[in-house]
């Protein structure tokens, strides 16, 4: 089945890396064993006229795996479950006398030991976990086969051969793309890997392809949809594409924990010129700004048809691709956030924030900084290279953050080790433990060289990590599944666990705590709209019979979600007398044009507030973030919301602010509905409406959703949506 290769590629390997899905080598149409006598004609043998592979979308076949829903007219499976295909020879076929079989192929240089050769045998019943093809009917001609493929199989496009034994050699069907067969993983198989018991789970986590997710900050979390489209024209093969681009073996393409390994690497651009270029400096020329994309059908299909990575994504964009593609393959997976995510360069369960003496920031010696949330993936599937217990939910990210093992990838780590301390176990697990586990730490840096740790906020990193409930928008908190609640007998032995296998604490912040201060500081920011005028109210506490005099600092900043600062538009300082048990209160007023000249895509404002008991030198500080409410694209639809009937669609934005827009984009996405579209306002002047009308034809019946952004020189984020239920045409 192999073709000879004219090199012996270094001495090391007879055949050529078989790493291309798409890449061909027909076998011989013949195959002699010999000579044939001038009196034989092969053509009285056994032919093969036709095949059908009942691959239409109300076929069994379809329907039974689960593969209706995917826009491709070839035969689409999943892999331990058994479907049919019907044979049509030149005479009628007798079992006694003729020999066939199957034969599947994948990739360039095919071989049965690694799987990408399937022959598949003719038996008389079928046993579960083997290839195998049984004869269910026999009618003149026609022979209809149901075929039973393993579950550990090789996922991807595979090329169909029908081989026929006479006594002179094989006679095989030639190359037919029509018969081609996709085969996907399958969480309805017991013995597949990725095998959810839950039908309910297997519905959201494999078919549903609308998403939600769910980003902005903890005390003001905000929500968008995004079309996964897993489903849509040309998607399966630009997943297939992407491990194609990776030049992953296609042995190692049955197995979950590869793949999902291989797709975090290659939804990033870093090291492998992946899917997407990753830009968190809010300057996107040349490209698409992160906010503006509404879900992932033009990302992959663009990558596909340039061949290079499409500009630009951070991490909630890099988190719904990756979705896209675990779901397209057949992985069962979901995105999460984690609010206040650490990004601990040294992986040391620290987040050192040092203070200068004043209790200013010090930013050059800070160089961890806690996202105020981070969004990646989990993945669900067995673990057999780890110890019984750590299967299921598995923690994987392809936001470009850390190198592991020479490339920018993360996972998949087990959720379960990771929630227990057991960081041990590959692959990535004490990342993805520091991420949500890190201690807040604020450090003085004195002028002498000396470094004093002022405060521990041991709750302050992790505080919530959520995920889409099943069946439904709303938000599911899974905390819990990632750490044991704060002060847990469980949490001190898996912080213990995780420290027995390295992760590194170097610094001892247990009862470094200096005693309790006679006085608390707290402060709220009340809740803001773009464009308008907020106000901080800063409040101190006298828990003594002592008078104290306070010096505090406020200090307001544009940050990236990443928390990253990147420019202070705030600064006020002001001294205070707190008599003994009294209580006061400041106010400071935010004008909005203070901040909206500096803002940032994601609308976020950071204060950070400390303050100096000057007769005991305690310092205390806290921070807080808060998301700007910000306006919404508003769709409507006119006409029946039928499949295969026109109907309109209507997106409407009204510009409140004071200041004209410009280079404005408009983004329409709807998976089942409409293709993604784009429009561009070359301007929108204030308290300006302006009207976008599409027509669309949905051609996929249920639950659908319209989604949109709309994006500009100096307002991003911005999203609407609308639930629509699409009803089948009447059947005549």
């Known amino acids: 089945m192999s073709e000879t290769p004219r090199t012996t590629f270094g001495g090391r390997r007879a055949v050529p890396r078989n790493n291309s899905n798409a890449e061909e080598n027909d076998p011989p149409t013949v195959e002699l064993q010999g000579l044939v006598p001038r009196s034989v004609n092969l053509q009285d043998y056994l032919n093969v006229t036709s095949v059908h592979l009942f691959k239409e979308k109300w076929d069994s076949n379809k329907l039974d795996h689960h593969t209706d829903k995917y826009d491709n007219n070839k035969l689409i499976v999943r892999r331990g479950q058994s479907f049919y295909i019907q044979i049509d020879f030149n005479r009628p076929y007798n079992p006694g006398r003729d020999l066939f079989r199957v034969e599947y192929v994948i990739g360039r240089y095919p071989q049965e030991n690694k799987g990408t050769y399937i022959p598949v045998p003719v038996v008389s019943e079928l046993r579960s976990g083997n290839w195998g093809a049984k004869v269910i009917m026999k009618e003149d001609r026609s022979v209809r086969l149901s075929i039973q493929s393993s579950p550990e199989c090789i996922v991807g496009k595979f090329r169909m051969y029908i081989a026929v034994w006479t006594p002179y050699g094989i006679l095989r069907t030639s190359r037919n793309p029509e018969t081609d067969t996709y085969i996907l993983f399958n969480p309805w198989c017991e013995e597949d890997a990725v095998y959810l018991e839950d039908e309910k789970e297997r519905e959201e986590y494999i078919l549903n392809d609308i998403g939600v997710i769910f980003y902005g900050d903890v005390n003001n979390i905000q929500s968008r949809s995004w079309s996964y489209g897993q489903f849509e024209d040309g998607i399966l093969d630009a997943c297939l594409h992407m491990m194609d681009r990776a ?94 995510s650490a990004h601990d360069n040294d992986a040391n369960l620290q987040m050192d924030v040092f203070l200068e003496e004043d209790g200013n920031v010090n930013s050059k010696l800070t160089k961890d900084s806690v996202w105020n949330y981070h969004c990646w993936n989990e993945a669900w599937m067995t673990r057999p290279d780890l110890p019984v217990g750590f299967g299921g939910w598995q923690a994987v990210d392809s936001t470009p953050q850390e190198n592991s093992d020479g490339m920018y990838r993360c996972g998949p780590a087990s959720v379960q080790a990771i929630k227990h301390g057991h960081v041990c176990f590959q692959f990535d697990a004490p990342f993805v433990f520091a991420e949500v586990n890190s201690d807040l730490i604020y450090i003085t840096a004195k002028k002498d060289g000396t470094q004093v740790v002022e405060a521990v906020d041991t709750t302050h990193v992790g505080k919530l990590i959520v995920t889409k409930q099943v069946g439904g928008d709303g938000m599911k908190d899974i905390t819990d599944t990632y750490k044991f609640q704060e002060g847990q007998k469980e949490e001190r032995l898996a912080l213990e666990t995780a420290l027995m296998y390295g992760v590194k604490k170097p610094l001892n912040t247990e009862g470094v705590m200096k005693p309790r201060s006679d006085v608390d500081m707290n402060f709220e920011v009340e809740n803001a709209v773009l464009g308008k005028d907020l106000k901080l109210t800063i409040t101190f506490q006298n828990n003594s019979s002592n008078s104290y005099t306070i010096s505090a600092y406020l200090s307001g900043n544009i940050t990236f ?13 002001f001294d205070l007398t707190l008599e003994p048990l009294a209580f006061k209160k400041e106010e400071v007023l935010v004008r909005a044009s203070e901040y909206m000249g500096q803002l940032l895509e994601q609308a976020s404002l950071h204060f950070f507030v400390t303050a100096r008991v000057n007769e005991t ?62 429009k561009m306002f070359r301007e929108i002047r204030p308290n300006t409406t302006v009207q976008w009308e599409e027509v669309s034809r949905p051609w996929v019946p249920g639950h659908r959703k319209l989604i949109a952004s709309l994006t500009s020189n100096s307002l991003r984020h911005v999203y609407g949506e609308l639930d629509l239920q699409i009803q089948r045409r009447p059947s005549v």
């Open 247 to 340: 030049q992953m073996d296609l042995s190692g393409r049955g197995n979950p924990i590869k793949v999902s390994r291989v797709g975090s690497a290659m939804v990033n651009s870093k090291d492998d010129e992946g899917v997407l270029v990753g830009s968190w400096d809010n300057v996107y020329a040349y490209g698409v700004p992160p906010s503006a994309w509404t879900g992932s059908i033009d990302i992959l299909l663009e990558y596909q048809s340039s061949q290079n990575p499409v500009r630009y994504g951070q991490c909630w964009v890099f988190a719904g691709v990756f979705n896209t593609f675990l779901r397209c393959l057949g992985i069962p997976a979901r995105v999460v956030t984690n609010y206040f």
């Open 561 to 573: 979600y990443t928390g990253v600062s990147k420019e202070e538009f705030k600064k006020e300082t």
């Open 617 to 678: 030198g305690v310092i205390l500080a806290k921070q807080k973030s808060t998301m700007l409410t910000i306006p919404t694209v508003i769709i409507k639809v006119r006409g029946a919301k039928m499949v295969g009937s026109d109907m309109v669609v209507t997106v409407e934005f009204t510009n409140p602010l004071k200041e004209t827009l410009q280079n404005v984009w408009i983004h329409l996405d709807g998976p089942g509905v409409i293709k993604p579209r784009r």
